[in-house]
């Protein structure tokens, strides 16, 4: 038997208790009477939008959540959302009370620049994230509102761009994670932010994030077209001097569209001609998380080949590459794992075993969730030779593959 939904006013009262707060405080903060607010709990009154709005503000919760007909609870969160439930919940909306007293701009930058250091370079970096980003969310929407609604227009603006530095993160988790959808909201809301505090470098780099997603859910043309109209918005509107490596970083994410839709020789074209030039007048660096450089059109050049089946030519252009030099472990990673598959392709096992236990010594939890490298771990368990037999079971037992 199902659980029965609840009316608004069991879900004002279950979401009251769920956060310790009483009834006169509540009530108070959002400018109506104690006894009234009991009557709503009690079905005795049907509140309006305006007191829904500020119940739920007050409450740190969604609108929707105290207007679904779903039971006031959580579950049905976890079991949708899966492994790593508090983040999508804290998408959602779910967060500290509007009263409360906001993260200072300083505060949010420090907190957002060290999500980002432990994203690019913790071997444990989805255990580590998933431990931070969902108050970081909350605290940097709830800074978002409180800001818009003061009277400092600098302080407004830097929490916007923390909003979008940190959205810029979310996306990458959300991808990695397997959740392309949320990773499509997040970019949304970069771009957004990055609008809404009117900073171009932003603007860009969520157009470069938001270009990843499209690529990600399959849609070449349209990452394509948002790429080069950031390119072209970003050259009319300023001359900072991180435009030639966001610049490059738009160019990539047109050559991976081309590359996708099997255009070999447009994706060179576009690598050599347009990636390079840049690359090589901004040199090695990580504007705006990008990790944009020489090292990163190399990168590209080895995918390129990867992609067309051309695996001993991306295997002599990997030969070129010093990875070790990049600032990001994630690039690192995908890197020695398209080296890998290359292999792979050849059939060279020993080769491809070598890389994924490399690759699982980098970064275990990422080669975990790593579609392409439990392809790869399939494939040696069907094929491989007795010699490397327990080495392939074992990697395959630690990966979860049953």
């Given at each position: 038997m199902g659980v029965p939904p609840l009316a608004v006013g069991d879900r004002i009262r279950h979401w009251r208790s769920k956060r310790g707060r009483t009834q006169a405080a509540v009530a108070g903060l959002c400018g109506i009477t104690e006894v009234y607010l009991s009557k709503i709990e009690r079905g005795l009154k049907t509140p309006s939008l305006?007191?829904?709005?500020?119940?739920?503000?007050?409450?740190?919760?969604?609108?929707?959540?105290?207007l679904s007909e779903e039971p006031a609870t959580e579950a049905r969160a976890v079991a949708e959302w899966g492994i790593e439930p508090t983040v999508p919940h804290a998408l959602m909306g779910y967060g500290p009370a509007a009263s409360r007293h906001p993260a200072t701009p300083v505060v949010l930058r420090e907190r957002v620049e060290s999500a980002w250091r432990v994203w690019q370079s913790s071997p444990e970096r989805f255990t580590q994230a998933a431990a931070v980003l969902p108050a970081l969310i909350a605290d940097t929407e709830h800074a978002t509102r409180a800001y818009a609604r003061g009277s400092d227009a600098a302080a407004r603006r830097e929490v916007l761009r923390c909003a979008a530095d940190l959205y810029f993160?979310?996306?990458?988790?959300c991808r990695r994670t397997g959740r392309v959808d949320l990773s499509l909201m997040a970019a949304d809301r970069a771009l957004r932010a990055a609008q809404d505090a009117d900073?171009?470098?932003?603007?860009?780099?969520?157009?470069?994030?938001?270009?990843?997603?499209?690529?990600?859910?399959?849609?070449?043309?349209?990452?394509?077209?948002?790429?080069?109209?950031?390119?072209?918005?970003?050259?009319?509107?300023?001359?900072?001097?991180?435009?030639p490596a966001?610049?490059?970083a738009l160019q990539l994410v047109a050559v991976v569209a081309d590359s996708r839709r099997r255009r070999w020789s447009a994706a060179h074209h576009r690598l050599t001609h347009h990636a390079l030039p840049r690359a090589r007048e901004s040199g090695e660096g990580n504007a705006m998380w990008t990790?944009?450089?020489p090292t990163n059109v190399l990168l590209h050049h080895v995918s390129i080949e990867m992609e067309a089946g051309e695996a001993a030519e991306a295997l002599r252009a990997a030969d070129q590459v010093d990875a070790g030099r990049l600032p990001s472990l994630e690039?690192?990673?995908?890197?020695?794992?398209?080296?890998?598959?290359?292999?792979a392709l050849?059939?060279?096992?020993?080769?491809?075993?070598?890389?994924?236990?490399?690759?699982?010594?980098?970064a275990p939890e990422d080669l975990a969730r790593s579609?392409?490298?439990?392809?790869?771990?399939?494939?040696l368990r069907r094929r491989v030779r007795p010699t490397y037999r327990r080495q392939v079971e074992g990697l395959a037992d630690r990966m979860g593959l049953a």
């Open positions: 305006e007191v829904l709005h500020a119940l739920a503000g007050e409450l740190g919760v969604p609108l929707a959540a105290l993160m979310l996306r990458s988790y900073d171009p470098i932003r603007i860009a780099a969520a157009q470069w994030n938001l270009g990843h997603v499209l690529l990600a859910d399959g849609e070449e043309d349209g990452a394509q077209q948002v790429a080069l109209l950031g390119i072209e918005q970003l050259q009319q509107a300023t001359s900072d001097p991180v435009v966001l610049t490059g990790v944009f450089g690039r690192h990673f995908t890197f020695l794992l398209e080296v890998a598959h290359c292999y050849r059939r060279e096992d020993p080769a491809v075993l070598v890389h994924l236990l490399d690759l699982e010594e980098m579609p392409l490298a439990r392809d790869m771990v399939v494939g």
